[in-house]
């Protein structure tokens, strides 16, 4: 990964050991990131992870408690001011009654050399619809209208909060076909839930879990966690060390009673725990969603997780 001094101009975006806390609720919890100009990131985490709480950090909406967040070598908000950044959130914030061009041509007017809108409309697929009233858009062609708002900007680095959401498959494939094709070729984060669209669009991922980064490199390495195979068993005073020791394994977890080993020779393992005290011993293949879903337990929680409703306000 190419670093440079904070605020540099290779940077595309950097986060230094930044942080944020919501009441005891650690949600980004000493993160380092820097992204190149024009990369394509996507941020990967189970519900709580703190994708949305970054996002929010890089926009400018909320403040860290700790740590620096630079954007295209300036501040958010100065990133912000500038019309740098174009952000695809959670859905809402359009007016019904406006049609998707008077929507565009409306927020055009807020940037000093705006994406044509014909541009904007044809890069996100909204030709057909343009003279429809917002109300009578279906979700996913709301979708598609928020992602042309973003580009109007002619954006340089783009936010995007799982931007496929309520999209199909054909869809989904459209709206990064259009992503591809975006003049300005900006750097993208994106947060999804979708392993596989992380995989197939993403240059890199970064996988958070309780706030901090689980793991981060290419789809490849991401996927790479996922070769072999995963041996469970009941064992509660498992011999962590004896099982570490074996070759082939990968990564060994206790969870209460629970042993996981992660090997590439689950045939060796289970004969070594046949001669121990383990019991119900299981054999699995790992996937991508596993290889996501241990990478994220490898991460402790952090504390007593705040249920979406009883959210405040920064
Ligand atoms: N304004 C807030 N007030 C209190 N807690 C908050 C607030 N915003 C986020 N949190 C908490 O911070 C943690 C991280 O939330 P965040 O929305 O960043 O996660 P996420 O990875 O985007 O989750 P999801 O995939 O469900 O969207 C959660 O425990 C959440 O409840």
């Known amino acids: 990964m190419v670093s440079s001094a904070p605020g540099g101009a290779m940077s595309g975006l950097r ?19 820097d992204l190149k100009p024009g990369e394509v990131t996507a941020l990967l985490g189970p519900n709580g992870a703190g994708k949305t709480t970054v996002m929010d950090l890089i926009l400018g909406l909320q403040t860290p408690d700790r740590g620096t967040v630079t954007v295209l070598g300036g501040t958010p908000a100065e990133a912000a001011a500038r019309g740098e950044v174009g952000a695809v959130l959670q859905d809402g914030g359009l007016l019904h009654d406006l049609t998707v061009t008077e929507t565009l041509r409306y927020f055009a007017s807020l940037h000093h050399d705006p994406l044509p809108l014909g541009e904007a409309l044809d890069l996100a697929g909204l030709r057909a619809v343009a003279r429809r009233r917002v109300g009578a858009c279906s979700g996913g062609e709301r979708r598609r209208l928020h992602f042309a708002l973003a580009l109007l900007g002619r954006p340089r680095l783009l936010v995007l909060d799982e931007p496929t959401a309520g999209l199909d498959v054909t869809g989904r494939r459209q709206f990064w076909d259009a992503v591809g094709r975006i003049p300005s070729r ?20 970064v996988v958070m879990a309780a706030g901090r980064i689980a793991a981060d490199g290419t789809p490849a390495e991401i996927r790479g966690h996922a070769a072999g195979r995963v041996v469970s068993a009941h064992w509660p005073d498992a011999d962590l060390a004896a099982l570490r020791a074996l070759p082939s394994v990968d990564r060994v977890e206790q969870r209460g009673p629970t042993v996981t080993v992660h090997t590439q020779d689950s045939d060796l393992v289970v004969r070594h725990l046949a001669g121990t005290a383990a019991r119900e011993i299981e054999v699995s293949s790992s996937g991508l969603e596993e290889a996501f879903l241990a990478l994220a337990a490898a991460v402790p929680p952090s504390p007593a997780a705040v249920p979406p409703s009883t959210r405040t306000q920064d």
Do not use: M, N, W
């Open 15 to 33: 986060l230094d050991d930044v942080a944020k806390t919501f009441g005891e609720v650690r949600a980004v919890d000493g993160i380092s990131l």
């Open 186 to 205: 900006p750097t993208v984060l994106f947060a999804t839930h979708h392993l596989d669209e992380a995989e197939q669009y993403a240059e890199r991922v």
